[in-house]
């Protein structure tokens, strides 16, 4: 299949891009590089020995879109690209909504110029809010607390309403916690700032860059009192994709998919893993409770079993490991020099 990958140089996408070219798919990438890099791609081709067309542009700007619908001629959209700071995303809520909600919307105008009527989407497991019950299942309520979650509940409306206008399939993959990284080491997440969240944090104490890990709370309902988590390694994640595109060749519709592993660690468990990993002794101070955020999350994922015929195989000695050989690997990230 052809399949356009928005967002494709990300950390998400480029491990994506990975699996679709191991399954002989051909890929054009649409990247603006706000929150990534071209030498991304270079690592897929070097790493793949594929080919990898990639167009810089805006997925909010209509003619790029069209140009690209009309060069590539994709049968399968993979919509990646957009905002994902939940901080910022409530200092810049205009922004978050220009490029996640305006961009799908430009996206999906420019699909029906072009007639490619499958999209497969990067939802969040944020969606959900506080949970009523766990696991969550899909058809858990949606109220999510932050203005970056409303504006992937929004993109699925708009996703829904239209694959049942148009006969068109939209595949809603909602991910949890996805860390980890390629067992070359050589792509993993590169945060651009102080990251914000907790695997690429632990990762750069463990390397000598931070002096210590801030754990949020440790008074919560949970068994060790620190906040649970479902993480999912970012090639599984990446998998689940693959099983997407083949899902929406056969099925019409709208349909979201929850992607975790169903086993939830903790914060101490986390930094336990990478300790072991690492070799490094990873200091941890206890600090107060991360302002929005929920003690445990938990996904059911029967749902991406059964249908896409997808399950996580990595382990959570994976996720450390490989995230060690990335980040000890690559201690500037896709900056490194000589890499
Ligand atoms: P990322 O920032 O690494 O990747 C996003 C990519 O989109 C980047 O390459 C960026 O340059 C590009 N981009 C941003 N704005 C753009 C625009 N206006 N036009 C074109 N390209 C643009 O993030 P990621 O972690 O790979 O996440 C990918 C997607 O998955 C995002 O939509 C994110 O919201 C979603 N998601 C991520 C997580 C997570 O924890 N990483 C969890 C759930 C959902
Ligand atoms: C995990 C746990 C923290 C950092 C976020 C987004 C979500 C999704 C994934 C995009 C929590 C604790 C963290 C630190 C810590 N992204 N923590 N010290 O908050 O579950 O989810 O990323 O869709 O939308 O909200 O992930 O990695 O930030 O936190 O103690 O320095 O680690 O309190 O319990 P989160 P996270």
Same mark, same amino acid.
């Given at each position: 299949?052809?399949?356009?990958? $928005?967002?494709?140089?990300?950390?998400?996408?480029?491990?994506?891009?990975?699996?679709?070219?191991?399954?002989?798919?051909?890929?054009? &990438? +649409?990247?603006?590089?706000?929150?990534?890099?071209?030498?991304?791609?270079?690592? &897929?081709?070097?790493?793949?020995?594929?080919?990898v067309t990639a167009?810089?542009? %805006?997925?909010?700007? %209509?003619?790029?879109? !069209?140009?690209?619908?009309? %060069?590539?001629?994709?049968?399968?959209?993979?919509?990646?690209?957009?905002?994902?700071?939940?901080?910022?995303?409530?200092?810049?809520?205009?922004?978050?909504?220009?490029?996640?909600?305006?961009?799908?919307?430009?996206?999906?105008?420019?699909?029906?110029?072009?007639?490619?009527?499958?999209?497969?989407?990067?939802?969040?497991? $944020?969606?959900?809010?506080?949970?009523?019950?766990?696991?969550?299942?899909?058809?858990?309520p949606l109220n999510p607390t932050s203005?970056?979650? !409303?504006?992937?509940?929004?993109?699925?409306?708009?996703?829904?309403?239209?694959?049942?206008?148009?006969?068109?399939?939209?595949?809603?993959?909602?991910?949890?916690?996805?860390?980890?990284?390629?067992?070359?080491?050589?792509?993993?997440?590169?945060?651009?700032?102080?990251? @914000?969240?907790?695997?690429?944090?632990?990762?750069?104490?463990?390397?000598?860059?931070?002096?210590?890990?801030?754990?949020?709370?440790? %008074?919560?309902? $949970?068994?060790?009192?620190?906040?649970?988590?479902?993480?999912?390694?970012?090639?599984?994640?990446?998998?689940?994709?693959?099983?997407?595109?083949?899902?929406?060749?056969?099925?019409?519709?709208?349909?979201?998919?929850?992607?975790?592993?169903?086993?939830?660690?903790? &914060?101490?468990? +986390?930094?336990?893993?990478?300790?072991?990993?690492?070799?490094?002794?990873?200091?941890?101070?206890?600090?107060?409770?991360?302002?929005?955020?929920?003690?445990? +999350?938990?996904?059911?994922?029967?749902?991406?079993?059964?249908?896409?015929?997808?399950?996580? $195989?990595?382990?959570?000695?994976? +996720?450390?490991?490989?995230?060690?050989?990335?980040?000890?690997? @690559?201690?500037?990230?896709? !900056?490194?020099?000589?890499?």
């Amino acid at each position: 299949m052809r399949v356009l990958v $928005t967002g494709g140089a990300g950390y998400i996408g480029s491990h994506t891009l990975v699996e679709l070219l191991g399954q002989a798919h051909a890929v054009c &990438v +649409m990247d603006s590089y706000a929150n990534s890099s071209p030498v991304v791609l270079d690592r &897929v081709r070097m790493l793949t020995n594929g080919t990898v067309t990639a167009v810089e542009g %805006d997925v909010r700007h %209509d003619d790029t879109l !069209r140009r690209v619908m009309a %060069d590539f001629r994709p049968e399968v959209v993979i919509h990646f690209a957009g905002l994902k700071a939940v901080g910022d995303s409530m200092s810049d809520p205009l922004g978050y909504y220009d490029v996640n909600v305006n961009g799908t919307l430009a996206l999906l105008r420019a699909m029906d110029v072009a007639g490619c009527r499958r999209i497969i989407f990067s939802s969040s497991a $944020t969606v959900y809010g506080e949970p009523v019950y766990l696991p969550y299942d899909e058809a858990h309520p949606l109220n999510p607390t932050s203005v970056y979650g !409303r504006t992937k509940m929004i993109a699925e409306h708009i996703l829904t309403d239209w694959a049942a206008a148009n006969g068109g399939s939209a595949v809603l993959l909602r991910y949890f916690n996805p860390v980890g990284a390629h067992a070359s080491a050589t792509l993993g997440e590169d945060p651009a700032d102080v990251p @914000n969240n907790l695997m690429p944090y632990i990762a750069q104490v463990a390397v000598g860059q931070r002096s210590h890990v801030n754990v949020f709370g440790d %008074d919560y309902d $949970t068994p060790d009192g620190t906040g649970l988590r479902d993480y999912i390694h970012v090639v599984d994640l990446a998998r689940a994709h693959v099983a997407a595109v083949d899902y929406a060749t056969q099925r019409k519709g709208a349909r979201p998919f929850n992607i975790g592993t169903g086993q939830p660690y903790s &914060v101490q468990q +986390m930094v336990e893993a990478f300790r072991k990993a690492s070799g490094h002794p990873i200091p941890t101070v206890i600090a107060p409770r991360r302002a929005g955020d929920i003690a445990a +999350m938990q996904a059911d994922s029967t749902r991406a079993h059964a249908e896409l015929g997808w399950r996580a $195989t990595h382990t959570l000695d994976d +996720m450390a490991a490989s995230t060690w050989a990335w980040q000890s690997g @690559n201690p500037a990230g896709f !900056r490194t020099p000589g890499r």
